[in-house]
C-alpha cells in the first residue's frame, strides 16, 4: 500500500510563497501519477495540478503554480508562487499508477494524503 505525507503548508501573506512537499512511500515511484488537489471551506474539492508524462495545471494557478518530481527522494513539489487570498484551502495530494499516458485531470485518485493547510492573509 502507497502512503502519502504532504508538508510544507502554513500562512503566507499576499503576493508571497510556500512549497508543499509529497513523499511517496510503499511503491515505486516509477510511473506514478501524482496530482495536487484543494478543497476551500464550502467549496468541492478542485484539480490544481498534476505530473504524469506532462504537467497540467488548473487555469486558477497557472503561471503561479509549478509542479515539479524528484525521483531521488520519491517526492512531488508543489512551488506556490504570487499567492492570493482565493488561494487559501487544505490542499491534498493524491497518486495513482492506473495509467502514466494521461492527463493528471482526468485520473482518478487511489491514494490520498492527509492534506496540509494553506492560509493567505491579504
Known amino acids: 500500500q502507497a502512503q502519502l505525507t504532504e508538508s510544507g503548508g502554513g500562512l503566507a501573506q499576499t503576493g508571497g510563497s510556500l512549497r508543499l512537499s509529497c513523499g511517496v512511500s510503499?511503491?515505486?515511484?516509477?510511473?506514478?501519477?501524482v496530482g495536487w488537489f484543494r478543497q476551500a471551506p464550502g467549496k468541492e474539492r478542485e484539480f490544481v495540478a498534476g505530473?504524469?508524462?506532462?504537467?497540467e495545471y488548473s487555469d486558477s494557478v497557472k503561471g503561479r503554480f509549478t509542479i515539479s518530481r524528484d525521483s531521488a527522494k520519491n517526492t512531488v513539489y508543489l512551488q506556490m508562487g504570487s499567492l492570493k487570498p482565493e488561494d487559501t484551502a487544505v490542499y491534498y495530494c493524491?497518486?495513482?499508477?492506473?495509467?502514466?499516458?494521461?492527463?493528471?485531470?482526468?485520473?482518478?485518485?487511489?491514494?490520498w494524503g492527509q492534506g496540509t493547510q494553506v492560509t493567505v492573509s491579504s
Open positions: 510503499g511503491r515505486t515511484f516509477s510511473g506514478c501519477v
Open positions: 505530473s504524469s508524462y506532462s504537467t
Open positions: 493524491a497518486a495513482t499508477w492506473a495509467t502514466w499516458y494521461a492527463s493528471p485531470r482526468t485520473l482518478v485518485y487511489n491514494y
